[in-house]
């Protein structure tokens, strides 16, 4: 492994490994007014959400590592504390690139990046009307984490009211991620869409327990063909198939006829781990994990 001291290594770098890391992050597209009313909408990709009760979002928009100045974005929400925050989907992207530009202050981003401005209902920020999900916040605390360049100014939201165009949504009213087709940010100039096969589902533990892969006996750990995803979906059942269980997948005559093909135990393991695989492909993990047991 590459070791890294942060305050070895330049600001910019450690940037590089910050991002490409920590990735990829969702995007905020901050909007916000100075004191005299002039708009301004940003993105910003340190952000996230940190609660629903109240509700809250965290973004920062940073001090510059190059000369340490402050973005319009931060100095907005000292004089007016009121933010919109428009999540960013794959249709809106490089429209969104286009209004980080360095514009000088005062400039209209709506303009210059050909987004329309809707009025908010609570606040005095505009929303983006091609969002397809806008956040109404009031700016409940600003948290500058250093004085030099790079540092953070995590600009605390709470959400006051939230507007999601239905198109998104599944028939029951729910977020649907298909239809959403966020972007997120990674390291350099590297973006990732939330579409396809990059959206996938991983079933919640459910109320019982998991038993935990130190259960698993040490020949399925060793395993040469399940793979740690594999090995998590077994470890993650209460506990290891019953006597009942084991018979009854050892009882079948495509098992017996399957077995009977592999003279080494190394060759017969490996072809029940293929199959175990298999199953695991088709959610049925007590019967993966039954015929994996040996004895
Ligand atoms: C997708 C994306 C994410 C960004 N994330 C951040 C961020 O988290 N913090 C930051 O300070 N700048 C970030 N930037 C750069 C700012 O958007 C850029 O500095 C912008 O000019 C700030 O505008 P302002 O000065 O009007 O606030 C990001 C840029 C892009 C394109």
């Not at 007014?33 to 629903?52: I, L, T």
């Not at 100045?69 to 809106?92: A, L, R, S, W």
């Not at 599944?170 to 096969?197: F, I, L, N, Q």
């Amino acid at each position: 492994m590459k070791e890294i001291i942060p305050s070895e290594i330049p600001v910019a770098k450690l940037f590089g490994y910050l991002t490409g890391c920590v990735a990829p992050r969702p995007i905020a597209f901050a909007s916000t007014v100075d004191k005299d009313g002039n708009p301004n909408v940003s993105p910003f990709s340190f952000f996230n959400v940190f609660g629903a009760n109240p509700p809250v979002m965290v973004f920062s928009p940073s001090r510059r590592g190059r000369d340490n100045t402050t973005k319009h974005t931060y100095q907005n929400v000292k004089e007016v504390p009121e933010v919109v925050i428009n999540m960013v989907n794959f249709q809106m992207v490089n429209q969104v690139s286009l209004a980080s530009n360095e514009f000088a202050k005062g400039v209209n981003e709506f303009v210059k990046a050909g987004f329309t401005p809707i009025e908010s209902d609570l606040v005095k920020p505009f929303r983006v009307k091609e969002s397809p999900a806008q956040f109404e916040c009031k700016v409940i605390d600003v948290i500058e984490t250093g004085s030099e360049g790079g540092a953070g100014n995590l600009v605390v939201c709470e959400i006051l009211k939230i507007h999601v165009d239905e198109s998104i949504l599944d028939e029951s009213g729910a977020v649907d991620p298909h239809k959403a087709d966020w972007v997120a940010r990674m390291g350099k100039d590297y973006y990732c869409r939330a579409s396809g096969t990059s959206v996938f589902e991983v079933e919640k533990p459910g109320t019982t327990i998991a038993m935990g892969y130190d259960q698993l006996p040490d020949y399925i750990l060793q395993s040469k063909v399940l793979t740690g995803n594999d090995l998590g979906l077994l470890a993650n059942l209460p506990e290891l198939p019953g006597k009942e269980d084991i018979e009854k997948e050892r009882a079948s005559k495509e098992y017996q006829q399957f077995v009977s093909e592999f003279a080494t135990i190394d060759a017969r393991r490996k072809a029940i781990h293929a199959l175990a695989k298999q199953l695991i492909e088709h959610g049925d993990f007590v019967r993966a994990l039954a015929i994996c047991i040996e004895g």
